[in-house]
């Protein structure tokens, strides 16, 4: 009698640990943070930049999409690399997002999908604070522009009538330039060029006339994982109800988002 009861007692035991190691390894496969690899090209503040002391990526985009992240139970990898190179990223299944203050645009548009728009912008023009001549776009024929490579202010600088235009890696190469005299204006989206000129004292740079363009920046995801698109979206959808958009547009622009 005793006999059975300790072998029932130790099958018993059997039985629970094996029920433990299975509820063990289950938990371990479902709580494993899920990745999501997001490319940016990481010199254009006030939306993604490094920071100096910490060498994180930070920004305005950088937050929202950990923000994101978060909301989907997704941990957020951030994936630096040039602006031009990251749609084939995302084509080519190397990242799995762009938050890269992408304009949408209907020619981006038939390669990747984008969200809803999260942030309004446009194009300035900035020229040094001693250029008296260039008062805005319609001042820019036959002079020499900077842009970054692959950009809407490229796409834009080549429509200038005989402007020589040069294409650099980022913002912050194509304002060194203007202000070694390389370059007359550059073209640049406006909260960039705003961000610059009150980070560079405003002294040797300035933005003249009146914004070019409305754009509308989008998050990018493959056309064939419609389901993180989808999921992105709603996520979107969640911060700007629950203010937590709100909360991080206000820390970067210091302003609340225009409803
Ligand atoms: N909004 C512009 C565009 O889509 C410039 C974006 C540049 N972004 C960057 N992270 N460098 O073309």
Redesign the pocket.
Known sequence: MSKKILALIVLGMFVMAIGLTGCGSQKSTTQAPKVIRVG?????AP??FQDEKTKEYTGFDMDLIRALGKQMGYEVQIVSMG?DGLIPALEAGNIDVIA????ITEERAKKVNFSKPYYK?GLTVVVKSDNNTIKGFKDLEGKNIAV?I????ANEAAKVKNAKVRAFN??PEAFMELRAGGVDAVIN?KPVNDYFIVQSGSKDAKVVGEPLTA?D?GLATSKKNAELGEKLNKALDELQKNGEYEKIYVKWFGVKPAK
């Open positions: 940016s090209e990481t010199a254009f939306f993604e602006f890269s203050g992408m304009t912008s970054q692959g950009t809407t202010g980022n913002p989206d754009e920046y």
